[in-house]
Structures are given as structure tokens and as C-alpha cells.
């Protein structure tokens, strides 16, 4: 697999080209170093690109090569207009993806810390806030909320369901800010500039271990029910690789590997699974 790290805005994605096709370009959405996306994610594509080359099932050995996206849109806009055959999405940016681009789901992932493919959003503030909990009653005119990007399951999707539901409105809040990923909203909120964040348990945990916050700098106020994982995808005419061949591949691939990848593994999945997230905008 390549490593070389090519770039995807917004800009240069409508002017790219088209690519040869023994060369299949991935992608992946935005989740904090573009270096550590080339790294960890691009060793599961190494071995996912040897087992299908040692499969036999092809005339001729495919390259993947690797494509950092700057933004979620800038994913889902790589897949509509040719420029990757194979990304990484969340759910509310895959379905995002299935309606703009006709992605197609190949495999969702197990979460390590729940054991299955599903993960939980969360919104949190400093353990110094007076914010307790979500109420109507407050006064959020007082504080500066935080999202991913208004692609984002957990980072957007999930909480602003949630404010619906209790009545509480953006525009009630001093200020929104959006992120660009679930590590910089958590640094956003460490550092001071935002009160209450929305991201999830696992970037949250990843932080935590990485040392961005310690364990008595945040709490969490609010966890959201059960959110189908993140998924990896094909474009709707990328037919080089069969998709069963690819399914297989995925979940192949050994757990030790996949641990790497803050993983147990990999999963068949399929565009129902994810009607949930669609029916949250409803």
C-alpha cells in the first residue's frame, strides 16, 4: 500500500482526474493526526491488499493507496466524484454518502470497549462547570457549545436529537463551534474555549490515554443509546474487487492487528443498519 499522504479538500476534489485502475484509492474521515490515519489504518489495508492479491481471484494485483480527507464532506464528496473507491465512514456521514454517492457497505466495525458494533455518544463539560446535566431551565445562553462537524454521528447527529427532545435550540447557546474532529472539540473544551462537548466514549477514552486530559479534568452529562459503528465502504461502480472478496478480507483480518485499530474485528453490514441514524432527522 502506499503511504504517500495526498491530501482531499473541498477545492481540489472538483477538479481531480480520473486514476488508473489497478490503483484503488481509500479513505478515511477525519478522526485527529493525519499521520496516525496513515499508519494504523493503513496497516489493516496491507493486509487486506495481500490477502486479496494471495486470493487468486484476480487478473491482475490491485494497490491501495491512501488519501487523508480534511473533512468529512471532503470524504464523501472523494467517493461521489471517483476520486477514492473504498472509505471509511461514520453512520450519519455514510448515509450521507449512500444518498450523495451511493456508497455501498462493505464491513462495520466491534468496538473494543463494548465488545460489539455498536459505540455510545456522550456530551461532556470541565469538571469545574456548574453544567450538571440537559434541562430546558438552564440558562445556555451562558455557554459555548461544541460539535464535531454537522456530518458527525455523535459529534452532531445524536445530541442535536437529543436537544429536540428537550427543547433546547443552538441558537439558545452564547456561541456554537465546530470542531472538524472529536479530538479537536476535546481540546477545544480542555482548553477552555467551549463548555459542553459532543463526541463519544471511545474518543473520549483515546484522549484520556493520550494524555490530552487527565481523569479528574472532564465528567460526562449525558450517554446516548446504542449508535451502529463506523463502516467501511465501496462506491457503487467499483467493481475491480468482488464484494464478497472484500467482506471476506475485512473479516480476516487477525484481532491483534485489528487491536491496533481500537478494534476486535470486523463484521458483515448492510445498508438497513444504519436506518436508525436516518430516522433520527425524522
Known amino acids: 500500500m502506499k503511504r504517500t499522504i495526498l491530501f482531499l479538500s473541498l477545492l481540489v476534489l472538483l477538479g481531480a482526474t480520473a486514476m488508473a485502475t489497478e490503483v484503488v484509492r481509500v479513505t478515511n474521515i477525519p478522526s485527529g493526526s493525519a499521520a496516525i490515519d496513515v499508519e494504523v489504518f493503513g496497516r489493516l489495508f496491507d493486509w487486506v491488499e495481500d490477502y486479496i492479491n494471495d486470493s487468486g481471484q484476480l487478473d491482475d494485483e490491485i494497490e ?19 476520486d477514492v473507491q473504498i472509505a471509511r465512514f461514520g453512520p450519519e456521514s455514510y448515509t450521507i ?10 464491513v462495520r466495525e466491534i468496538r473494543v470497549n463494548t465488545g460489539m458494533p455498536h459505540y455510545f455518544g456522550i456530551i ?3 469538571n469545574d462547570s456548574d453544567v450538571w446535566g440537559l434541562a430546558k431551565c438552564v440558562d445556555w445562553s451562558q455557554y459555548t457549545l461544541g460539535f464535531v462537524s454537522e456530518t458527525s ?6 445530541p442535536m436529537s437529543v436537544f429536540k427532545q428537550i427543547g433546547i435550540l443552538p441558537d439558545d447557546f452564547k456561541e456554537v463551534f465546530y470542531g472538524g474532529s472529536h ?19 471511545n474518543r473520549y477514552d483515546e484522549a484520556l490515554e493520550n494524555g490530552i486530559f487527565a481523569q479528574n479534568d472532564l465528567r460526562v452529562i449525558y450517554t446516548s443509546d446504542a449508535i451502529p459503528t463506523s463502516l467501511v465502504t465501496r462506491a457503487p461502480d467499483f467493481d475491480l ?20 485499530f481500537k478494534v476486535l474485528g470486523f463484521i458483515p453490514t448492510y445498508d438497513r443498519d444504519y436506518d436508525p441514524i436516518r430516522a433520527l432527522g425524522e
Open 241 to 260: 474487487i468482488p464484494h464478497e472478496l472484500l467482506v471476506e478480507a475485512w473479516t480476516s483480518i487477525p484481532e491483534e492487528l485489528c487491536r491496533e
Open 153 to 158: 454521528t455523535s459529534g452532531y447527529k445524536v
Open 64 to 82: 491501495f493507496e491512501f488519501i487523508v480527507s480534511d473533512s468529512y464532506e471532503a470524504a464523501i464528496l472523494a467517493m461521489k466524484y471517483g
Open 124 to 126: 461532556c463539560t470541565r
Open 183 to 201: 479530538e479537536g472539540v476535546i481540546i477545544a473544551l480542555v482548553n477552555g474555549h467551549i463548555d459542553v462537548a459532543c463526541t463519544t466514549y
Open 97 to 106: 454518502a449512500n444518498e450523495q454517492a451511493g456508497a455501498i457497505p462493505v
